[in-house]
């Protein structure tokens, strides 16, 4: 996948997040969530164009990283949003699918990046 069609795929991503945190319930729990998954579900697409202007390969990596972290993160708070039995799994199915994806994708990117290192 290029970078343009990652980006645009990142950043849907950050929309159906925002879209889905403002259709939770009002209470502590769901505001507390839905903040967490907030930051992380908006930051894959924000560090990836980070990682997008690395100054070297291991800066890109590294920024890559972060990208895992957050995509990672994201699908743990979209797990506790079900389990918790805030919101039904079929609210959250395609955006986790998504998550999946752009994690797969991620850790796939780094290790091609780092076999070329060597």
Same mark, same amino acid.
């Given at each position: /996948?290029? &970078?343009?069609?990652? #980006? =645009? @795929?990142?950043?849907?991503?950050? !929309? &159906?997040?925002?879209?889905?945190?403002?259709?939770? +319930?009002?209470?502590? %729990?769901?505001? %507390?969530? $839905?903040?967490?998954?907030? @930051?992380?579900?908006?930051?894959?697409?924000? =560090?990836? @164009?980070?990682?997008? @202007?690395?100054?070297?390969?291991?800066?890109?990596?590294? #920024? !890559?990283?972060?990208? &895992?972290?957050?995509?990672? &993160?994201? *699908?743990?708070? !979209?797990?506790? !949003?079900?389990?918790? $039995?805030? %919101?039904? +799994?079929?609210? *959250?199915?395609?955006?986790?699918?998504?998550? =999946?994806?752009?994690?797969? /994708?991620?850790?796939?990117? *780094?290790?091609?990046?780092?076999?070329? #290192?060597?």
């Amino acid at each position: /996948m290029d &970078e343009r069609t990652f #980006k =645009n @795929r990142t950043k849907l991503f950050a !929309l &159906e997040i925002i879209r889905l945190v403002e259709s939770l +319930p009002r209470s502590k %729990v769901g505001d %507390v969530l $839905g903040r967490q998954l907030l @930051r992380s579900g908006t930051s894959v697409g924000a =560090n990836y @164009r980070a990682a997008c @202007r690395g100054k070297s390969a291991l800066d890109v990596v590294a #920024k !890559l990283g972060i990208v &895992e972290e957050e995509a990672d &993160e994201s *699908i743990y708070w !979209l797990e506790l !949003l079900v389990d918790g $039995g805030i %919101v039904v +799994p079929d609210r *959250i199915d395609a955006i986790k699918k998504e998550a =999946n994806e752009l994690l797969a /994708m991620t850790v796939a990117s *780094i290790k091609t990046m780092r076999a070329h #290192k060597q």
